[in-house]
């Protein structure tokens, strides 16, 4: 096994081959996918994209995304990643060491503390990760609502509870219908109902900029495309939905002020549910699902809607951070040096002002 760093023209030449291995990892996600890494980079993020290969053959990996901060202190991040056949300890931890050491001499070179690394592992821990300690915060939920999609429609629908049922069935005799958009474009459709929602429930949402350079990379691809609920002439509500693998994520959505009564929510992902089948996915994700509805909990406000579809609750370890203590040390030494910089600097500045008082 041996490692190697893969720039952007290989990147285009082997997208199929890596995002057929994360498709085949039940740990990886959309996150670490050609076309997410494309989108991060129009964000203004920096890659680094590591190849494992055996005889030539690509076989795992990771796509760290970082911004570097002031003083040395930015970290890298890989969400849904590394790519390792976590099944296999063996190799999983010969994986990750040879990923550590790259990275390390990436953080060197850039002005890196640490790594931060999140596959989708329920727990317990992973032994592999005894070098690396709980991050403060997760890079994707560690708490999610699943749907089991092998059962029929008929047996998915009798799995909800009733209000989603009923809710469902409101949506209908009113005459919500919902179609899907497999266009770039919708995003502009899609925009206006989320906004409007965010306003509504004081929920933080990213520019349209963001969800434009989204629908531009994966779209095209084949792994997002937007639902909209309309009601007679009038859009009522809009999801963005997301595919990787087998896994269909809920990622966005949002209903409009007008009609709610017509439980346009309901109709939309009932449809997205059933889309997600159609798609061959066996899981649908909620992305974001808290089980006791904490008020600290960003998720908590959506979540007894998120269950009145059914489903199980899936957690996972949360995200694992390691330390490149020689560049921490580093950054420590360029911030003692700047505030040292900066004091002498006032206090000259200080010393002048005061001659010239004096003068």
Same mark, same amino acid.
């Given at each position: 096994?041996?490692?190697?760093?893969?720039?952007?023209?290989?990147?285009?030449?082997?997208?199929d081959?890596?995002?057929?291995?994360?498709?085949?990892?039940?740990?990886?996600?959309?996150?670490? =996918?050609?076309?997410?890494?494309?989108? &991060?980079?129009?964000?203004? %993020?920096? +890659?680094?994209?590591?190849?494992?290969f055996?005889n030539?053959?690509?076989?795992g990996?990771?796509?760290?995304y970082?911004?570097?901060?002031?003083?040395g202190?930015?970290? +890298?991040?890989?969400p849904?990643?590394?790519?390792l056949?976590?099944?296999?300890?063996?190799?999983?931890?010969?994986? +990750?060491?040879?990923i550590?050491?790259?990275?390390a001499?990436?953080?060197?070179?850039?002005?890196?503390?640490?790594? /931060?690394?999140?596959?989708?592992?329920?727990?317990?821990?992973?032994?592999?990760? *005894?070098?690396?300690?709980?991050?403060?915060?997760?890079?994707?939920?560690?708490?999610?609502?699943?749907i089991?999609?092998?059962?029929?429609?008929?047996?998915?629908?009798?799995?909800? #509870?009733?209000?989603?049922?009923?809710?469902?069935?409101?949506?209908?005799?009113?005459?919500?219908?919902?179609?899907e958009?497999a266009?770039?474009e919708?995003?502009? #459709?899609f925009y206006? %109902?989320?906004?409007?929602?965010?306003?509504?429930?004081? !929920?933080?949402?990213?520019?349209?900029? !963001?969800?434009?350079?989204?629908?531009?990379?994966?779209?095209?691809?084949?792994?997002?495309?937007?639902?909209?609920?309309k009601?007679?002439?009038?859009?009522? $509500?809009?999801?963005?939905?997301? =595919?990787?693998?087998?896994?269909?994520?809920?990622l966005?959505?949002?209903?409009?002020?007008q &009609? /709610?009564?017509l439980?346009? $929510?309901y109709?939309?992902?009932?449809?997205?549910?059933?889309? @997600?089948?159609? &798609?061959?996915?066996?899981?649908y994700? !909620?992305?974001?699902?808290?089980?006791?509805?904490?008020?600290?909990?960003?998720?908590a *406000?959506?979540?007894?809607?998120?269950? *009145? !579809?059914? $489903?199980?609750?899936?957690r996972?370890?949360?995200?694992?951070e390691?330390?490149?203590?020689?560049?921490l040390?580093? @950054?420590f030494?360029?911030?003692?040096?700047?505030s040292?910089?900066q004091?002498?600097? /006032?206090? @000259?500045?200080? =010393?002048?002002?005061?001659?010239?008082?004096?003068?």
């Amino acid at each position: 096994m041996n490692l190697r760093g893969i720039g952007d023209e290989e990147r285009a030449e082997l997208c199929d081959e890596w995002d057929a291995l994360i498709s085949n990892n039940a740990a990886g996600g959309i996150m670490q =996918t050609y076309a997410w890494s494309r989108f &991060k980079q129009r964000q203004g %993020l920096n +890659l680094l994209h590591l190849g494992l290969f055996e005889n030539n053959k690509l076989t795992g990996g990771v796509i760290f995304y970082c911004i570097p901060q002031n003083f040395g202190t930015g970290i +890298l991040v890989a969400p849904e990643g590394p790519i390792l056949p976590w099944g296999d300890q063996q190799i999983t931890a010969a994986g +990750l060491k040879l990923i550590m050491d790259a990275a390390a001499e990436y953080a060197r070179n850039h002005g890196l503390v640490a790594m /931060r690394v999140e596959p989708r592992l329920a727990p317990p821990q992973n032994r592999v990760f *005894r070098e690396f300690g709980r991050a403060p915060y997760d890079l994707i939920p560690k708490e999610t609502l699943q749907i089991d999609l092998s059962a029929s429609e008929e047996v998915l629908l009798q799995r909800m #509870k009733s209000k989603g049922r009923y809710n469902i069935r409101v949506a209908e005799r009113h005459g919500v219908s919902v179609e899907e958009s497999a266009q770039p474009e919708a995003v502009y #459709k899609f925009y206006p %109902l989320v906004k409007e929602a965010s306003l509504r429930d004081g !929920f933080a949402l990213e520019p349209l900029a !963001f969800f434009e350079h989204l629908s531009e990379e994966l779209v095209p691809r084949g792994q997002a495309s937007f639902l909209f609920a309309k009601h007679e002439n009038d859009i009522i $509500g809009s999801l963005l939905l997301v =595919t990787c693998g087998e896994r269909a994520t809920y990622l966005y959505g949002g209903i409009s002020n007008q &009609k /709610r009564q017509l439980m346009g $929510g309901y109709a939309l992902q009932w449809e997205a549910i059933k889309a @997600a089948k159609r &798609k061959g996915c066996c899981i649908y994700d !909620f992305y974001g699902y808290d089980s006791h509805q904490s008020p600290r909990n960003e998720y908590a *406000r959506f979540s007894q809607f998120k269950s *009145r !579809f059914g $489903g199980e609750v899936y957690r996972l370890i949360g995200a694992q951070e390691h330390f490149f203590v020689d560049c921490l040390a580093d @950054a420590f030494i360029k911030i003692v040096n700047s505030s040292v910089a900066q004091i002498t600097e /006032r206090d @000259a500045q200080t =010393t002048l002002q005061a001659t010239q008082e004096v003068n």
